[in-house]
Nanobody
Framework: QVQLVESGGGLVQAGASLMLSCAAS????????MSWFRQSPGKEREFVAG????????YYADFVQGRFTISTVNAKNTVYLEMNSLRPEDTAVYFC????????????????WGKGTLVTVSS
């Protein structure tokens, strides 16, 4: 059974940093592309960042603008999202996602989802 468990969300002020973690089990980490998506109230789930199976390809949404960094530690089956210079508009539930094959920005193509961790950024 595949499980993705996110942690690290919380309430911070604008300009602060957070590190999200996602621990994966039940899958071979090197066989999947890992991504982070987010969803704000009343909005559709959107792609934030993704990393290919071998870590050679990393992709970010335009709104990231160099503030976030995605990384993996395959030995720990864990993917991270380091978020700096947070803005109130970054407030959302952040979801970890796994997909066999390549990174995709389309939620409907994701194979496995975590339950999400809430990030709230106050102004």
């Amino acid at each position: 059974q595949v499980q993705l468990v996110e942690s690290g969300g919380g309430l911070v002020q604008a300009g602060a940093s957070l590190m999200l973690s996602c621990a994966a089990s039940g899958l071979t980490f090197s066989n999947v592309a890992m991504s982070w998506f987010r969803q704000s109230p009343g909005k559709e789930r959107e792609f934030v960042a993704g990393i290919t199976r071998n870590g050679g390809g990393i992709y970010y949404a335009d709104f990231v603008q160099g503030r976030f960094t995605i990384s993996t530690v395959n030995a720990k089956n864990t993917v991270y999202l380091e978020m700096n210079s947070l803005r109130p508009e970054d407030t959302a539930v952040y979801f970890c996602a796994a997909k066999f094959g390549d990174v995709v920005a389309v939620p409907a193509s994701i194979n496995y989802w975590g339950k999400g961790t809430l990030v709230t950024v106050s102004s």
